[in-house]
């Protein structure tokens, strides 16, 4: 790779770097998480077909809209609170880690577990990048 090329493959790295560690972008995930979370209420027929499709116990659908409701305030909170951030995204990552399992062992391999892993791919790097810390911060 000549340095023409080096430099301008570091300079895609690093903005793509500093998109996924903006706060804005975490404000945004976390606005997807609130809109999932009232789908998420009813649910709405499509999230009640994916539930029943996985075998996900009726008594226990009550947790999805508290987790994703809990998952966009985390998340939203980046700009004042990045550590409560990434923790909201390692736990998300591992929440869909556990639904990723859950389409398996359904042999439910269409597009919702396409989505399911799409979206643990997500929360992973968001959970290994981070937010910035406010500046002062240690």
């Known amino acids: 790779m000549d340095s023409d090329e080096s430099v301008r ?5 690093t903005s793509v770097d500093d998109v ?6 975490y404000q945004l995930a976390a606005a997807g998480q609130a809109v999932d979370g009232a789908l998420c209420v009813g649910p709405i027929p499509y999230i009640r077909r994916c539930l029943e499709d996985v075998e996900f116990p009726m008594r ?14 985390g998340l939203a909170a980046a700009p004042r609170s990045p550590g409560l951030a990434r923790l909201t995204a390692i736990m998300l ?4 880690g556990v639904a990723v399992g859950m389409h398996i062992r359904a042999r439910d391999l269409r597009l919702n577990f396409a989505a399911a892993t799409s979206l643990l791919l997500f929360y992973g790097l968001l959970a290994a990048s981070g937010p910035p810390r406010p500046a002062g911060s240690s």
């Open 9 to 13: 493959y570091r300079t895609v790295m």
């Open 93 to 96: 990552t591992l929440y869909f």
């Open 20 to 25: 996924i560690r903006d706060p804005r972008f």
């Open 60 to 73: 226990y659908r009550w947790f999805f809209p508290v987790v994703k409701g809990a998952s966009a305030v």
